[in-house]
């Protein structure tokens, strides 16, 4: 099963918002409740920024929010900073599968 | 403190088998799967299966089926991941991860992951 499609950079000025999106199937984001959203600087291990599509772990700012239409979710990263600069995957509940994103390089300008 | 601690790096020969750990603690090993998680140089996160400690069930991505062999020893409440027949694409950092909802890709915790280089 192929990865979830993600745009391969986005970028922003600091305090600005950001959209990332991650694009999969009926039968993997768009059939369940069940994508999350991942923070990886090199180097260290991934960390949780969203569950279940819209859930904020604690710990992790409120300027991170998920949300889901169709078979595509989005991360939205508002009011950015200097420390958002990362890799950024999905990752969807499938039946017999979990199916990341190729990923997202985030730059703040 | 939920800590998820891994073995060291390797360096494998081509068509050898490699096998690398994971031992937690700080949460009942049986109440979360565990998942493996691999990432290329230069390459994104890839998920390559997952195992049930409760019962040792596993699943696995259809990439690895056949090569991956994932366990768990609930003695020592460690994790292991075999991967065989290496080959140089196979040189990457491996992850396991997991979590309270980790059936479903959540995953809260992470190992700090291990470099296996495949080289002759």
């Known amino acids: 099963q192929s990865a979830l499609t993600q745009p391969p950079s986005a970028s922003g000025s600091p305090g600005q918002s950001v959209t990332i999106s991650c694009t999969g199937t009926?039968?993997?984001?768009?059939?369940?409740?069940?994508v999350s959203w991942y923070q990886h600087h090199p180097g260290k291990a991934p960390k949780l920024m969203i569950y279940?599509?819209?859930k904020r772990p604690s710990g992790v700012p409120d300027r991170f929010s998920g949300s889901k239409s169709g078979n595509t979710a989005s991360l939205t990263v508002s009011g950015l900073q200097a420390e958002d600069e990362a890799d950024y995957y999905c990752?969807?509940?499938?039946?017999?599968?979990?199916?990341f994103g190729g990923g997202t390089k985030l730059t703040v300008l | 403190e939920v800590q998820l601690v891994q073995s060291g790096a390797e360096v494998k020969n081509p068509g050898t088998t490699v096998k690398i750990s994971c031992r937690v603690s700080?949460?009942?090993?049986?109440?979360?799967?565990m998942h493996w998680v691999q990432q290329a140089p230069g390459k994104g996160l890839e998920w390559m299966g997952l195992?049930?400690?409760?019962?040792?069930?596993?699943i696995y991505a259809e990439k690895f089926q056949g090569r991956v062999t994932i366990t768990a020893i609930t003695s020592t409440d460690t994790s292991y991941m075999e991967l065989s027949s290496l080959r140089s694409e196979d040189t990457a950092v491996y992850y396991c991860?997991?979590?309270?909802?980790?059936?479903?890709?959540?995953?809260?915790?992470w190992g700090q992951g291990t470099l296996v280089t495949v080289s002759s």
């Open positions: 991860a997991t979590g309270s909802g980790s059936y479903y890709g959540h995953f809260d915790y």
């Open positions: 700080g949460y009942n090993f049986t109440d979360y799967y």
């Open positions: 195992v049930d400690p409760e019962d040792g069930e596993t």
């Open positions: 009926s039968s993997d984001v768009g059939g369940y409740n069940f």
């Open positions: 279940e599509v819209n």
């Open positions: 990752i969807s509940y499938a039946v017999s599968n979990r199916i």
